[in-house]
């Protein structure tokens, strides 16, 4: 019997029982579902915790040893940024600073929000602006707040809105786009360095990151080497999102608690799949049997049970990524802070545990139908 024809009884045999494949596929769909939204959670958690890192978009950033996320400041002592700048690998050096503060708003409410100084003389690392020229941020009390998810928290403000920063007069003067949204659930202001020193109270030492740029990508190690002789970390920027999300992974509950919920989700449709698949093959040996009388090997058997499984496994899969794509789409335009992304990661992941669910599926179906025999059943 050819592998064609046997593949397309199979086919048959499968869909014609509409209860039983609609179960199959209802299994499968909703464990795709549910592994995909945990993960998917998870990759925007950490899609959110790279935000700092993602739209200042240094190539390098010098950390003290102890930082696990761009939040984490440690200052680091203002010697270093000249000793940066003096290796020979490096093209340039600046400081940037990080922090937080109250701001009273013109309503005379108080939000939080995250403050980032920039380098007066470059500013590298400025975001795009969507209203306003980056050059007003040289004057006197100037801010440019984020347009984010945040943004609102800031009673929306606009061109030349005045607010108090630290008992210190603030005044937008340009309105900024970025990348990502931060993870904190706080706006976002940028302003220059001096200024952010100078507003927000600091320790001894005030630079929170020197972000640098190597002349070459051969001397990331020559600077990393350096930059650890004096006590610190040079990271690139893959590097120091690694960090992130091995602090998010293994020092938090958040990677343990998606990873509990994705293996639970994986067990749910294994469970069903495998349960539903097994009476599948249980009410339909008698035709089984018939197939092998009539000269099926098991060889083909086993074909088309590993094509009704795989059938039916990325059929689920196909309609499991479009449900949870169609509910982060819709979650997303009625709540902006909602984090969930789909990355081929997880789309990987999802697909791998489909395959071994189809496999597990296909081993118990082939071991059932391997041992009927024909006599059986005619006899029967």
Do not use: C
């Not at 939080?112 to 500013?123: C, E, F, N």
């Not at 992130?244 to 919920?261: E, R």
């Not at 025999?373 to 029967?380: H, L, Q």
């Amino acid at each position: 019997m050819k592998y064609p024809g046997i593949l397309r009884i199979g086919f048959r045999l499968l869909v014609n029982d509409r209860a039983k494949f609609s179960a199959l596929l209802v299994g499968i769909t909703f464990s795709v579902f549910l592994m995909m939204q945990m993960t998917a959670m998870f990759a925007g958690i950490l899609n959110r915790a790279y935000s700092t890192v993602t739209n200042i978009g240094a190539a390098m950033w010098i950390m003290d040893p102890a930082v696990n996320t761009p939040t984490s400041v440690i200052p680091l002592p203002d010697y270093l940024l000249d000793a940066v700048r003096s290796m020979e690998q490096v093209r340039y050096a600046v400081p940037v600073f990080i922090g937080g503060a109250q701001v009273k708003l013109a309503s005379g409410t108080y939000q939080p929000v995250s403050v980032i100084g920039l380098d007066d003389t470059s500013l590298f690392g400025r975001p795009e602006l969507e209203q306003g020229t980056i050059e007003d941020i040289y004057a006197e009390n100037a801010f440019v707040v984020v347009h984010d998810a945040e943004y609102s928290k800031l009673e929306s403000p606009k061109i030349g809105t005045a607010f108090e920063l630290n008992d210190h007069r603030g005044t937008i003067v340009g309105i900024a786009k970025v990348l990502t949204s931060g993870l904190t659930g706080v706006p976002t202001l940028y302003t220059t360095y001096r200024r952010a020193i100078e507003y927000i109270p600091t320790t001894r030492f005030t630079v929170s990151y020197i972000l640098l740029e190597p002349k070459s990508k051969a001397a990331e190690a020559v600077i990393k080497q350096q930059v650890a002789q004096l006590g610190y970390v040079a990271l690139n920027r893959g590097e120091f999102n690694q960090r992130i999300t091995d602090y998010y992974v293994y020092q938090t509950g958040v990677g343990t608690n998606i990873l509990m919920m994705t293996v639970i989700s994986f067990l749910v449709g294994l469970s069903i799949s495998g349960q539903t698949f097994y009476t599948f093959i249980l009410e339909n040996l008698d035709k089984f049997a018939a197939l092998k009388a009539i000269g099926a090997k098991g060889r083909e058997l086993i074909y088309m049970i590993l094509f009704m499984a795989t059938f039916t496994a990325l059929t689920g899969y196909g309609l499991g990524v479009g449900l949870v794509t169609l509910m982060i789409s819709i979650a997303r335009s009625y709540l902006p802070n909602y984090a969930a992304i789909i990355t081929y990661w997880n789309l990987g992941l999802a697909f791998g545990l489909v395959l071994l669910i189809a496999g597990v599926s296909s081993y118990v179906g082939v071991r059932k139908v391997l041992r009927i025999e024909p006599f059986d059943i005619f006899r029967g």
